[in-house]
C-alpha cells in the first residue's frame, strides 16, 4: 500500500514538473515573441528616423543653397550653354531673399559716347564693364583713364575687331596676339594690367577648346554674356534695345551685351530704370571674384 502511495506520490510530482516545464516554456515563447515585435518596432523606428534625417536635411540644403545658375539662352548659332559659377562667386541668397545681380557691359570703345554712358551710370550709381578696341585707346585715352577712375572696369577686345586675321588664320596665334598687345596698352594708360576679354562675335562657334587652351595659358579670362541686346543691329530704335532686354532678362545674374552707340545711348536710362524695378543690383566685373560666363562653360576661362 506505502509503495503505491510512494509511486502515485512520484506520478504526481513528474506530473507537476512536467505541467511547469511546459508552462515555463510557454512563458520563454511569449517573451521571446514579444521581444522580437519590440527589436522590430525600434528597426522600424530607427529606419524611420533615419529616413527622416536625410529628407530633412536634403530640404535644409535645397533652401539654403543658391538656386543653379540658368542655361544661357543664345541665338541658335551657339546653342544653349550652361554658365558655370567659380568658388569665389559670392552667395546668391542672403537671409534667404535671392540677389538679383545686372553686370552692364560696353563692346567696341572707346568712343564719343564713353563719357555719355559714365554720365548716365553715375546718375543710378551704377558701374559697368568696357571691352575696348586696342585700335581706339589713343583716341580716347581720357575717357578709358575716367572709368577707372569711377570704378569701371577696363575689359579688352582684340585690337582690330578683324574676324578673318582674328579666327581664320588656322591657330590662335593671331588672336592671342592682338590681346597681349592691347593688354600693354592698357596697362600703360591706367597703370594696371587687366585679364578679362571678351572674343568679338562671340567666343562660339569660332573658337574651340584647343583655341580656349591658349587664352588661358596666356593668362587670361573671357567674358561672354546672358542677354544679348543686338543694339548694335538697332540704329534709331531704342524702344527696341529696351524691348529686346525686357524680354530677355530674367536670371538672378545677368550679363548684358550692348555696345558703344548712339542708340544705347538714348536707351540706356530706360534699360537701367527697368532693371532696377526688377529688383536688380549693378555689379562691374572683379577680378578677385571671377566667374565663368562663357558660351562652352569652359572652366580655364
Same mark, same amino acid.
Given at each position: ?16 514538473? =512536467?505541467? =511547469?516545464?511546459? !508552462?515555463?516554456?510557454?512563458?520563454? @515563447? ?40 540658368? $542655361? ?9 550653354? !550652361? ?16 540677389? #538679383? ?34 585700335? !581706339? ?11 577707372? @577712375? ?18 581664320? =588664320?588656322?591657330? =590662335? ?10 593688354? #600693354? ?7 594696371? %594690367? ?31 554674356? %546672358? ?25 538672378? @545674374? ?10 544705347? $545711348? ?36
Amino acid at each position: 500500500m506505502r509503495v503505491q502511495q510512494q509511486e502515485a506520490t512520484r506520478e504526481y510530482g513528474n506530473a507537476i514538473r =512536467s505541467m =511547469s516545464r511546459k !508552462q515555463t516554456h510557454r512563458r520563454r @515563447k511569449i517573451r521571446y515573441g514579444r521581444l522580437s515585435v519590440a527589436l522590430m518596432l525600434i528597426a522600424l523606428f530607427v529606419a524611420g528616423m533615419t529616413y527622416l534625417f536625410i529628407g530633412m536635411t536634403h530640404w535644409i540644403k535645397t533652401v539654403a543653397a543658391p538656386p543653379p545658375i540658368a $542655361v544661357i539662352e543664345q541665338p541658335a548659332k551657339l546653342g544653349m550653354i !550652361q554658365v558655370t559659377p567659380e568658388a569665389k562667386e559670392e552667395p546668391a541668397r542672403f537671409l534667404g531673399q535671392v540677389r #538679383k545681380v545686372a553686370y552692364i557691359t560696353f563692346d567696341d570703345g572707346p568712343s564719343i559716347y564713353t563719357d555719355q554712358l559714365l554720365d548716365i551710370l553715375k546718375q543710378h550709381e551704377a558701374k559697368a564693364t568696357f571691352f575696348m578696341v586696342g585700335r !581706339q585707346l589713343n583716341e580716347h585715352r581720357g575717357a578709358v583713364k575716367r572709368l577707372v @577712375k569711377e570704378g569701371s572696369y577696363p575689359g579688352l577686345h582684340s585690337m582690330t575687331h578683324n574676324y578673318t586675321k582674328l579666327y581664320k =588664320s588656322g591657330s =590662335s596665334a593671331n588672336f592671342v596676339n592682338e590681346f597681349k598687345k592691347e593688354q #600693354k596698352m592698357v596697362e600703360k594708360i591706367i597703370g594696371f %594690367t587687366p585679364h578679362l576679354i571678351r572674343a568679338p562675335y562671340g567666343s562660339s562657334p569660332q573658337i574651340g577648346e584647343a583655341f580656349r587652351g591658349d587664352i588661358a595659358a596666356a593668362g587670361f579670362k573671357m567674358w561672354d554674356w %546672358t542677354t544679348d541686346s543686338l543694339d548694335w543691329n538697332l540704329p534709331g530704335q531704342p524702344d527696341k534695345i529696351v524691348a529686346r532686354v525686357s524680354n530677355s532678362v530674367h536670371r538672378d @545674374k545677368e550679363v548684358i551685351l550692348m555696345h558703344e552707340r548712339e542708340q544705347t $545711348v538714348q536707351a540706356l536710362p530706360r534699360i537701367m530704370k527697368l532693371l532696377e524695378e526688377r529688383g536688380y543690383e549693378f555689379e562691374v566685373y572683379d577680378p578677385n571674384a571671377h566667374w565663368v560666363v562663357n558660351f562652352s562653360g569652359d572652366t580655364r576661362l
